[in-house]
């Protein structure tokens, strides 16, 4: 849809049409507030989006986000979404050798089943007990935690009392979560899965004294008030489809291929100039919310930028012709892969892998994490794929930040996705390369993206998908009441960056949505 030509004063101009900028102009133009959202591409969704990546495949991938859990309900709800959610019935699988034969944990299927894969591997039922007594404890700080996302920002204080748990406020707040992993777990491979959700994203070492990593490991916990990670069915874009659905019914007006370029502000009313392919225009406004980065936000404004994040991830996404079948005879692939399947994420290798980044070289044994959409969601996939039993496999590298590939871009991104696979390669009893499908010109259907990818396609500072480095979800000096404020009265952001922002959620958007119809005069 087209922006009106000429000057015209809306209540809100959202700058962004990913799925934060969706879910505020839906609350706000429900609320009886005009919405005119400008997006920069010529389509919504921002990272959460579904493409098909191959030329001539019918497969709809969820090409840079891909899995959800901190989507409240609420939000669903609120707006009507015509939209759902798969759950994964295994939540992991990580390949291991022991004594010179093939093994590994498989964490679902039940609890006697998940208590034998822990016996099995590490010789007792200790750490199935430990693995307990630990998900015991970070399932309640989900489950009082989680609402407070879509509420005010309780102080530190506040949250502390919320949480209720002293142990588990100094396991996650105030102590590195390393502490915590040594302390409950003695087996490497164990210690190493636990450790995983905090590095999603996040290049940290376990006992990084910033507590960087507590504060992603507390976000891939907390998610739903249980933490699982659920499969968006039709992919990511079914979200960002029906969230522009629910806007435009509403009344917004998206105009896809305007980008905002500047934002002036006296606090009261505000001006956004956008770009077309035809020239440039106006867009006048009460309240002017930034679906964008903090880096972004500055550039619009003219303030001073934040200091420069740095995303740590490789993104790969690949179409089988079949899943490959695993050393482990034990486990199915079709269960293995249906939850997250851990590569070279043993306690050790992550340590070691994070110390050669941070000395400037690419991991050895790079750590990575692998799933399945199709499995849970075959709907991606075309009739004649889904007959023919094709499947998708996502992976999510870690511990490669940016830094590493501005010498060349290109040749890195190649030289450690082989690596990457030569380390899946070891756990199977077939090349994945024999497994992989191949699109109309006859190349393997294969695409990786590394965070410079990622920032020039998306314009993730850094390539980081949270856009800086993770809050915690209280409030700190000059974040304000919703967590969504800056410095200037009328401009919100509510994009990633916000407090509370990161990941598939929604909640800055609804925050910043909250924090306007509070002001009484949108």
């Known amino acids: 849809m087209t922006a009106p030509e000429g000057p015209r004063t809306y209540d809100v101009v959202i700058v962004g049409g990913g799925h934060n900028g969706l879910v505020a102009a839906a609350y706000l133009a429900r609320a009886g507030r005009s919405v005119l959202v400008l997006e920069r591409l010529d389509h919504t969704g921002g990272a959460a989006v579904s493409t098909r990546p191959f030329p001539g495949v019918d497969a709809r991938l ?3 986000s891909y899995l959800v859990s901190l989507l409240p309900r609420k939000i669903i709800e609120d707006l009507g979404l015509d939209f759902r959610l798969s759950t994964r019935t295994i939540s992991s699988y990580t390949p291991a050798e022991r004594d010179g034969r093939p093994t590994g944990l498989l964490v679902g299927g039940g609890e006697q089943r998940t208590r034998e894969a822990f016996a099995r591997l590490t010789g007792s039922e200790s750490e199935y007990r430990a693995w307990q007594r630990f998900y015991d404890m970070t399932g309640r700080v989900a489950r009082s935690v989680f609402p407070t996302l879509t509420e005010p920002l309780p102080t530190r204080d506040e949250l502390r009392r919320t949480v209720g748990d002293e142990e588990a406020w100094r396991t996650l707040f105030e102590e590195p979560v ?72 509403a009344g917004a007006v998206i105009a896809t291929g305007h980008e905002a370029v500047r934002v002036d502000t006296d606090g009261r009313t505000a001006e956004v100039t956008h770009r077309t392919a035809d020239g440039e225009g106006v867009a006048a406004a009460r309240h002017v919310l930034v679906n964008a980065s903090p880096r972004e936000l500055a550039a619009l404004t003219g303030d001073t930028p934040p200091p420069p994040a740095e995303g740590a991830q490789l993104k790969v996404n690949m179409l089988l012709k079949r899943l490959p079948r695993l050393r482990d005879t034990s486990v199915d692939p079709r269960e293995a892969f249906a939850g997250t399947f851990h590569i070279a994420e043993g306690y050790g290798q992550l340590a070691a892998a994070h110390a050669q980044a941070a000395a400037g070289e690419l ?14 969601d075959p709907t991606i996939l075309g009739p004649d794929l889904a007959a023919r039993g094709y499947q998708t496999l996502t992976l999510f590298g870690l511990h490669t930040p940016a830094r590493l590939f501005e010498r060349d871009n290109d040749a890195v991104r190649e030289e450690l996705l082989k690596s990457t696979l030569a380390q899946l390669d070891a756990h199977l009893a077939e090349p994945l390369a024999d497994c992989m499908a191949t699109d109309a010109d006859g190349r393997p259907c294969l695409e990786a993206r590394s965070p410079l990818d990622l920032e020039r396609d998306l314009g993730l500072p850094g390539g980081n998908i949270f856009h800086r480095e993770l809050s915690w979800p209280h409030a700190q000096d000059g974040t304000g009441r919703w967590g969504v404020e800056t410095r200037h009265a009328n401009v919100l952001l509510c994009g990633a960056g916000a407090v509370r922002g990161g990941g598939v959620s929604g909640v800055p958007g609804h925050n910043a ?4 119809l509070e002001a009484g005069e949108a």
Not at 196 to 222: E, M
């Open 513 to 516: 949505a909250m924090a306007v």
């Open 178 to 249: 390393g502490v915590a992993v040594e302390e409950h777990f003695a087996d490497d491979l164990v210690r190493g899965v636990v450790l995983t959700d905090a590095l999603i994203g996040t290049f940290a070492d376990a006992h990084d004294p910033s507590l960087k990593q507590n504060r992603c490991f507390l976000y891939h916990v907390i998610g739903g008030g249980t933490g699982a990670w659920d499969v968006p069915v039709g992919g990511m874009g079914a979200l960002t489809g029906a969230l522009a659905d629910a806007a435009r019914a």
């Open 62 to 64: 969820s090409r840079y």
């Open 363 to 376: 991991p050895a044994v790079p750590p990575s994490e692998i799933y399945c959409h199709s499995l849970t």
